[in-house]
């Protein structure tokens, strides 16, 4: 199973709808139609109607949005958004719809989303991890400076963790390598 991006998460677009997120100040996400077999594979143990769990959208301030908008309207390539809008920043990548995506880092900000003015919330990450959505996770959204050494926030936990579907293709191929 190999899916794109947008068969991936297509079914948690931002366009889909917003309720109060479990954080004050914040929006997050609704779940839309199943689109594609990995979607409904990751929702299978999901009750019906359920919240989905960590898809919290960033506040990005205007300027940022609109940096965003841009960058999609005109299909910046990194380097280009870079000298566009004279960032230091150099990993700053808009994913593309019809493919898989690049390995997923710990940093929210390094990925666009494919056709949303915004960065990837942690729902979508773990969807493209391929964690299945009954999956919760704790802890902060993300840290900075000193306290990533002491506290491991939740895109870091994806961006550092093994892919499930990956580990238990591993381990049938271990199960048949032992037997």
């Known amino acids: ?22 954080t004050p100040n914040f929006k997050a996400g609704v779940y839309g139609e199943i689109e594609s077999k990995y979607q409904k594979h990751l929702r299978k143990h999901k009750r019906q109607n359920s919240k ?16 965003f908008k841009i960058a999609l ?17 150099s990993s700053t990548k808009i994913l593309e719809a019809n493919k898989p995506t690049p390995t997923i880092t710990t940093l929210p900000d390094d990925y666009i989303h494919y056709c949303e003015p915004r960065i990837m919330t942690v729902r979508e990450y773990a969807r493209i991890q391929s964690f299945p959505d009954s999956y919760q996770f704790k802890g902060k959204y993300t840290t900075g400076g000193k306290r990533r050494t002491e506290e491991v926030p939740r895109y870091s936990q994806i961006g550092n963790a093994i892919p499930p579907l990956f ?8 199960k048949q390598l032992i037997n």
């Open 1 to 22: 199973m190999n899916p794109s991006l947008e068969n991936a998460i297509s079914d948690l677009l931002q366009s889909k709808g917003q309720v109060d997120s479990e």
């Open 52 to 67: 989905v769990d960590s898809h919290r959208f960033a506040k990005h301030t205007d300027v940022v949005k609109n940096r």
């Open 73 to 89: 309207d005109e299909n910046l390539t990194s380097s280009s958004y870079r000298a566009r809008f004279k960032l230091k920043k």
């Open 167 to 174: 580990g238990e293709q591993a381990g049938l191929v271990l």
